[in-house]
């Protein structure tokens, strides 16, 4: 069989086992999606996830902001009208799929090993292009299925900016405000895109705006809301090009993550030698930070891989 084909074959086969009829779950799976008593391993943790925020996600007062407050939001809301959809966008090494595991952490018992969590990637789950409408349906019954077997079920999409255009669209239905789709009660669903997309219009207002003597505490939402959307929903090569998830306004919270600084990454250093159970040396944490390229050119403010190259780099100084 070629590679393609038996790629094809395995997803087939992987959502096809979790995306049964729904006549086939127990009585006590058919309760759980619509029983608001029934939380399938959801245990939210606010305050755990504010501190964890706080202590550790370093540079983004936007992001601990965004997402505190969605949660919350949605938390306090015993009878939602539609699920709690957050989209993160920023550059590489900005803290996106940090968020999104510590998010889950904090809501469900296991974490990103809970069988209530999916995690999809385009690269991984839908690699081909002219497959494109068997992923469509593949995908729609795997997120029916798994909402059917418990209302409380969260499902992260990675690098939505190498999703295949059109692809994500078949999930609306699961978005909007409505009481049951599909038979499957989903209103207490979490829905997560992260993206690389928006990233850089992000970067040149973070710029523009330090130019302007604005320091990042001060910038708003409001500031990169707009140039994010239209750069996601005008990019061709974009998950979300002419979206109706976008059209729709089905997104509840766009969550912007800002380019790091020096003294940012500085921070993740440190953080990466504690975990890694080495001596925290002033000099190494100076060096390592200093290995990293940054930009523009001239004033070299922002680091251009943000934090996502420190781990590697750390062990070049032991």
Same mark, same amino acid.
Request: some cysteine; overall charge negative.
């Given at each position: 069989?070629?590679?393609?084909?038996?790629?094809?074959?395995?997803?087939?086969?992987?959502?096809?086992?979790?995306?049964?009829?729904?006549?086939?779950?127990?009585?006590?799976?058919?309760?759980?999606?619509?029983?608001?008593?029934?939380?399938?391993?959801? $245990?939210?943790?606010?305050?755990?996830?504010?501190?964890?925020?706080?202590?550790?996600?370093?540079?983004?007062?936007?992001?601990?902001?965004?997402?505190?407050?969605?949660?919350?939001?949605?938390?306090?809301?015993?009878?939602?009208?539609?699920?709690?959809?957050?989209?993160?966008?920023?550059?590489?090494?900005?803290?996106?799929?940090?968020?999104?595991?510590?998010?889950?952490?904090?809501?469900?018992?296991?974490?990103?090993?809970?069988?209530?969590?999916?995690?999809?990637?385009?690269?991984?789950?839908?690699?081909?292009?002219?497959?494109?409408?068997?992923?469509?349906?593949?995908?729609?019954?795997?997120? =029916?299925? +798994?909402? !059917?077997?418990?209302?409380?079920?969260?499902?992260?999409?990675?690098?939505?900016?190498?999703?295949?255009?059109?692809?994500?669209?078949?999930?609306?239905?699961?978005? $909007?405000?409505?009481?049951?789709?599909?038979?499957?009660?989903?209103?207490?669903? %979490?829905?997560?895109? %992260?993206?690389?997309?928006? $990233?850089?219009?992000?970067?040149?207002? !973070?710029?523009?705006?330090?130019?302007?003597?604005?320091?990042?505490?001060?910038?708003?939402?409001?500031?990169?809301?707009?140039?994010?959307?239209?750069?996601?929903?005008? +990019?061709? =090569?974009?998950?979300?090009?002419?979206?109706? %998830?976008?059209?729709?306004?089905?997104?509840?919270?766009?969550?912007?993550?800002?380019?790091?600084?020096?003294?940012?990454?500085? =921070?993740?250093?440190?953080?990466?030698?504690?975990?890694?159970?080495?001596?925290?040396?002033?000099?190494?944490?100076?060096?390592?930070?200093?290995? %990293?390229?940054?930009?523009?050119?001239?004033?070299?403010?922002?680091?251009?891989?943000?934090?996502?190259?420190?781990?590697?780099?750390?062990?070049?100084?032991?």
């Amino acid at each position: 069989m070629a590679p393609g084909a038996a790629a094809a074959l395995a997803l087939t086969l992987l959502l096809a086992a979790a995306a049964r009829p729904a006549a086939a779950w127990d009585l006590w799976a058919l309760r759980c999606g619509f029983s608001a008593d029934c939380e399938c391993g959801f $245990g939210p943790d606010l305050r755990g996830l504010e501190c964890d925020l706080a202590m550790n996600l370093v540079g983004q007062p936007l992001v601990r902001q965004q997402v505190v407050k969605g949660v919350r939001e949605f938390l306090e809301n015993q009878n939602p009208v539609k699920p709690l959809v957050m989209s993160f966008h920023g550059s590489t090494g900005t803290g996106k799929t940090f968020v999104s595991s510590m998010l889950i952490r904090y809501l469900f018992q296991g974490g990103l090993q809970s069988p209530y969590v999916h995690q999809f990637s385009p690269i991984v789950h839908f690699p081909h292009a002219e497959r494109i409408e068997q992923y469509k349906e593949s995908l729609k019954r795997w997120i =029916q299925g +798994n909402l !059917t077997n418990c209302g409380r079920s969260a499902f992260l999409f990675d690098e939505m900016d190498k999703m295949h255009p059109g692809l994500i669209d078949v999930i609306m239905p699961f978005l $909007g405000p409505s009481w049951v789709v599909y038979g499957t009660n989903y209103r207490k669903a %979490i829905f997560i895109f %992260i993206s690389n997309a928006g $990233g850089e219009q992000i970067n040149e207002m !973070t710029l523009a705006l330090w130019r302007a003597r604005k320091d990042r505490e001060e910038i708003s939402l409001q500031d990169l809301e707009l140039a994010i959307s239209q750069a996601v929903f005008e +990019n061709p =090569q974009s998950g979300f090009w002419k979206s109706g %998830i976008i059209n729709e306004h089905l997104i509840d919270f766009v969550v912007p993550f800002l380019p790091l600084k020096h003294h940012h990454v500085k =921070q993740c250093v440190i953080s990466e030698l504690i975990q890694q159970g080495l001596e925290v040396h002033p000099d190494v944490v100076q060096e390592v930070a200093d290995s %990293i390229p940054y930009f523009p050119e001239e004033e070299k403010m922002f680091s251009s891989t943000g934090c996502k190259t420190v781990a590697s780099r750390i062990s070049f100084f032991f």
